[in-house]
């Protein structure tokens, strides 16, 4: 299994896949009725239903080799890079929303798309492509930061586990200024403060907006907790790897969960 996850992973340069391989040892396990029943919905969004006809995996469970035991996204969070992280491991495919609604509008970029038809249209098309998604099977999806406003979005969302990725407001606030907001149409802001602090107003006013819409998700991958659990003074030290790892610990812990109230029923 190790082996298929390391040939399977695509990792982005910066990530250290030598550490990763040394993490994988343990297993988590998702459940026959995880596998039947639940497309993996993410907010940074992992979108999977994995898929009962697959001859690749064993009939009961799938397992994942995930060792580390100490352990709805904005812009910026690591939804795509995480997303794709996750979806190598499980060998689920990956999708990003904003990328397919671009290629539904004849390949418009989602900045155009603002500028020529408006957030309304954008946000239709949004739609459509969630509750495509939510008919497929094993994946993984990005989800687009605002999709959470969106009240139907839920329905589709929560066909699958839908994981939000919980960044601080000031690390996203600095990878944004860093990689600029020429693809984010939301962070344009024609003030004379530094890119940072653009970023960061902007952020803070989208967060009273919608911060509560993203504590819909079942499961919750905080940055400041686990590097609370780490020991480490601030969450730009995480990986993108150390954070899918808590990703996979977290759905773990909703599915016991929700198998646990099935009992409980009973
Ligand atoms: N753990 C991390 N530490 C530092 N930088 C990161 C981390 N995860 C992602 N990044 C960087 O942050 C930026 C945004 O990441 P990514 O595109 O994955 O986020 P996103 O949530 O999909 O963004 P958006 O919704 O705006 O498309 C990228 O430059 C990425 O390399
Ligand atoms: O937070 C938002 O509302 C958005 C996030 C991006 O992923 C894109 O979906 C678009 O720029 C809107």
């Known amino acids: 299994m190790e082996a298929k996850v390391l040939q399977t992973l695509q990792y982005p340069t910066w990530i250290d896949s030598e550490k990763f391989a040394r993490k994988l040892s343990g297993s988590v396990r998702f459940s026959r009725r995880m596998r039947e029943e639940k497309t993996f919905q993410v907010l940074f969004s992992a979108h999977m239903r994995p898929n009962v006809a697959s001859s690749r995996r064993s009939p009961d469970s799938l397992k994942v080799s995930c060792s580390f035991k ?61 509750q495509k998604l939510s008919l497929m099977h094993q994946l993984v999806v990005s989800t687009g930061g605002g999709a959470v406003t969106q009240p139907i979005n839920w329905r589709y969302m929560q066909k699958g586990i839908s994981v939000w990725l919980d960044v601080p407001l000031e690390a996203l606030a600095r990878r944004i200024a860093a990689i ?63 954070i899918a790892i808590e990703a996979l610990e977290q759905i773990e812990g909703f599915l016991k969960e929700e198998d646990g109230m099935a009992i409980a029923r009973y």
């Open 180 to 242: 600029g907001t020429d693809s984010r149409p939301l962070l344009h802001q024609s003030d004379s403060s530094d890119a940072y602090t653009k970023a960061l107003n902007r952020l803070s006013t989208l967060w009273e907006e919608r911060g509560e819409s993203y504590a819909n998700a079942n499961a919750r991958v905080s940055l400041e907790n686990i590097a609370a659990k780490l020991g480490h003074r601030d969450v730009s030290s995480l990986t993108p790897v150390t």
């Open 70 to 130: 100490n352990f709805p996204g904005m812009m910026g969070s690591g939804k795509t890079t995480v997303g794709k992280i996750l979806s190598g491991v499980l060998d689920y495919s990956f999708f990003d929303s904003d990328t397919l609604i671009e290629q539904s509008v004849d390949g418009t970029s989602v900045a155009d798309i603002f500028k020529l038809y408006g957030e309304g249209f954008f946000r239709k098309k949004e739609t459509e492509v969630l």
